[in-house]
């Protein structure tokens, strides 16, 4: 059975005078029309859902890993690249809705069969620069997408307290330097399992540093690392 996009999206869409696909342009009620739902190229991994730290040749080029698994819809190529880089860069939130359907289709509502969901979400933090500069923060709007399929509450216990260098532009080194100590806890997490929400992760350095602020206040606690989109280094 295919899962609807938010009523919200729908009225949105009403409201445009539009009823397009997002992806294809094809006269659709949805944002995104069944066809495109289920049948996008994705480069996708062997199983979908599995966790990406099985794969040698995904964890081997990680900086450091301190969580306890990742999950991802896809490499960051091709369309799903480009939904990502409309998110981040050409002020396009809604956006987050059709990542959000993505990665419940081809991620969670697999997962969600096999396990344990996380007992919340926390969005990646992003400094106040960033937020000025972009008017959200697309983590966030991801954890809600992924929020109205499976109603797991949204926490943001951690902030960015120090605005760093964009990660894209720097070497391997110098990404996992450029955000340590940029984050700190600002209220004590009451969770014993947590999934921490991004959009792509290319080396995980701010992944690695997110992760070690948590684990120094609860080393116990579980980390679920659900991404869009790793990068595929070749």
Known sequence: MVKRLPLICQQIIGSLGTRQCYICDQESNELVCDYCLHDTDFAHFPVPGMDLLELEFISKRLLSINYNNLRAIAYHHGILASLINQLK?????????ILGTFFETYVLHRLSQLEALPEALMPMPISSWRFMQRQYNQSWLLAKAINRYHKIPIIQPVIRHRHTKQQSRLSREQRLANTNDAFSLREPIKVQHIGIVEDVITTGASMYNLCECIRS??????ISVWCMAVTKVE
């Open 89 to 97: 860069f050409s002020q396009k939130p809604l956006v987050a809705d």
């Open 217 to 222: 206040h609860t080393p116990d606690i579980k």
